[in-house]
């Protein structure tokens, strides 16, 4: 029997596979009507792109917290209630008196004024407030596509995952704060990196999930793009290089040695204390985390490149020149971060870069994964 011409290419027939049920022998069949007007995979990709933009805006702010030691600021975890600052004087000297009762303040700051805590107050509460806007401009848009019915087929349980991590992450954050209350005299690094590592994660699969929804919104016919083995190396070495990252951060590792290629007057310096089992070394210790961060990097930096190479091979020029240029100004930037003493204009270039990095990173293994898998129909 002779089969009539194929239907209408459109944007609302979402990532398809061959094991989809749409799909038979190579046979497309006829979407719902409802999904082929209301589907707007490039309307999702661009929202989904400024909540990107906010995560790195967030990165920033919470690595000046960081640097500031303005992180145990705030003591309390209020959710909804914590959006209004305090307004009046008596407001101010309660939020003060708050943190007059941690170790931080009796260790350090016992000679701090109302106005040099309203300082530290400033940062940590702008992280909190960011987190609270990211929440709801995630949330809320999703809402109205969802209702709209504008969300192609296939993409829900991506998106209710990524706003899953998203509250796990606040979580998070106060697990963190909370580790800086009763006994010590800061965060747990641990659990700063678990912070920081988890904000990376989603940052990262929000703009894998954007371009999938660009390649749709271009080719109606495309599938979600895979991870090939450039993709996995180039993000695993790179995660490893941002997990030492936060943990030189959540240590202060970066003021044990301010020279650079040598530490001191050695590569690596003799009568460093070494715990015991040898592996907490790595997690424990700054002078051992400061050396790793410092040498690790350039076996993240090779796997990014070569992952760059096969993306301009790939065709995508742009992603894959941005990436080589990237890893040159993040290396720079980290040495320069080590020979300023950890300046803080420096410091903070240093991670919002590993962020744009991350996001380079990303495009160019979604490129190379996504060359070979469009549908074709018979």
Known sequence: MEQGPPPPPHEAFGPLSHDRAGFYDGIMLQPSPAFMITARPRALARWLLAVAGLIVAMVVVGGITRL???????????????????????????EFDNYKRI??????????????????????????????????????PLIWFWARKAIPMGYKPRLIALLALGGLQGAIGWWMVASGLVER??????????????????LAGIVWTALDLMALHRNPLSAPARLTMPGIVA???????????????????????????????????????????????????????????????????????????????????????LVIALVLVQIALGVATLLSGVQIDIAVSHQANAALLLIAAAAAAHRVGSGAHTIKVS
Do not use: C
């Open 68 to 94: 500031t030691n303005s992180g145990l600021s705030i003591t309390e975890w209020k959710p909804i209630t914590g959006i209004v600052p305090p307004l009046t004087e008596a407001q101010w000297q309660a």
């Open 103 to 140: 170790p931080e303040y009796w260790t350090f700051n016992r000679d701090m004024t109302l106005a040099g805590f309203k300082a530290i107050f400033f940062w940590e509460y702008l992280h909190r407030v960011l987190g609270r806007v990211i929440g709801m401009a995630f949330a809320l």
């Open 185 to 202: 005299t800061d965060v747990s690094h641990i659990r700063l990196t678990v912070h920081l590592l988890t904000a990376l994660v989603i």
């Open 235 to 321: 993000l695993a070495l790179l995660f490893i290089q941002l997990m030492f990252g936060a943990l030189t951060a959540g240590l202060d590792a970066g003021y044990a040695f301010s020279s650079w290629p040598l530490m001191g007057d050695a590569w690596f310096p003799a009568g460093v204390p070494m715990m015991s089992p040898a592996i907490a070394n790595a997690f424990d210790n700054p002078v051992v985390v400061q050396f790793i961060h410092r040498w690790f990097a350039f076996a993240a930096a090779a796997g990014l490149i070569w992952l760059a190479v096969r993306a301009i091979r790939a065709g995508a020029l742009r992603a894959g020149w």
